[in-house]
């Protein structure tokens, strides 16, 4: 499929030439032709994208599309089979203190015995080498990062003993105290009471205030529409970019939903919004210790 023309705004396909030049010195990310995959099975082909810094971006598009894979090259935790990639202007994973990954929750070991304040403190970990302990300066991090999700009160609790919605709290509250440039979040609001939706929506937009960039997948339209600034449409390639009301365009999402989506005049209504995720990498932990490492 061919990407559409790309509006103005803070996401762009780039031609190489002034266009790619202008893109990398502007970006926090920026991807030129990447295809990528696992074994012999290819996820992502020939994705041309650039994120400004300071931008909302939802990546949108149906199970299977390459969303999670898309996340996982921008962190540095798949290497693409072809292409380029910058990522907060070096080759992702050289700035690994300054991204804050969050993955989808079935990749978390929820069993762990670790306390939510221990969870949030990983956050940290990159910053304090492999010797150092955490400080005074560490732990008001944490307690302001827990301070700012709501969940100061549950700092002693057992991870798995929360509930869904404040196992996401938790786990925002652990990219926050990273204090991070760019935060990659997979699937951040899926399967999440409208409140909590919103209070984690309500964080992600103040940090962009601050000049932070986030990219986040999603299945729920509605919240890309209202939610984000910017939006990726994906479908194993980039379908379209652009603002926020892409996603109500239904040639757009016929495009990147297939036969995933039924246009009922000028309602489009999503059948295939199942929690779904790429398959993991060779080698990529499954609990939250690792997870950002």
Request: glycine fraction near 10%.
């Amino acid at each position: 499929m061919t990407a559409a023309p790309a509006p103005t705004g803070a996401v762009h396909e780039h031609e190489d030439g002034a266009g790619t030049a202008h893109a990398r010195a502007h970006c926090d990310v920026w991807l030129s032709d990447v295809s990528a995959g696992y074994g012999d099975r290819i996820a992502l082909e020939h994705v041309t994208l650039a994120v400004e810094a300071g931008s909302l971006l939802a990546v949108v598009g149906p199970n299977g599309a390459g969303k999670s894979t898309l996340l996982k090259i921008m962190a540095g935790l798949l290497a693409p089979w072809s292409g380029r990639v910058e990522v907060l202007g070096s080759n992702p994973g050289r700035e690994a203190r300054r991204i804050a990954y969050v993955p989808q929750a079935e990749l978390v070991d929820w069993a762990f015995p670790v306390s939510v304040g221990d969870v949030v403190m990983m956050g940290r970990y990159p910053r304090l080498g492999p010797v150092r302990r955490p400080g005074s300066d560490d732990r008001r991090a944490v307690a302001e990062a827990l301070r700012q999700v709501g969940m100061e009160e549950h700092a002693g609790t057992q991870i798995g003993a929360l509930s869904g919605g404040q196992r996401r709290r938790v786990f925002l509250a652990r990219a926050l105290a990273a204090d991070p440039a760019l935060f990659l979040l997979d699937e951040p609001v899926t399967g999440i009471d409208a409140t909590t939706q919103e209070d984690l929506m309500d964080i992600l937009e103040a940090q962009t205030r601050r000049g932070r960039t986030v990219v986040a997948t999603t299945h729920d339209l509605a919240c890309a529409a209202q939610r984000f600034e910017h939006v990726a449409a994906v479908n194993r390639t980039l379908i379209a970019q652009g603002p926020a009301s892409l996603v109500l365009d239904a040639d757009v999402l016929a495009r990147t939903y297939g036969g995933h989506l039924l246009v009922l005049g000028t309602q489009a209504v999503l059948l295939d919004d199942a929690h779904h995720h790429d398959e993991p990498t060779p080698g990529e932990q499954h609990h939250h210790v690792e997870a950002e490492r």
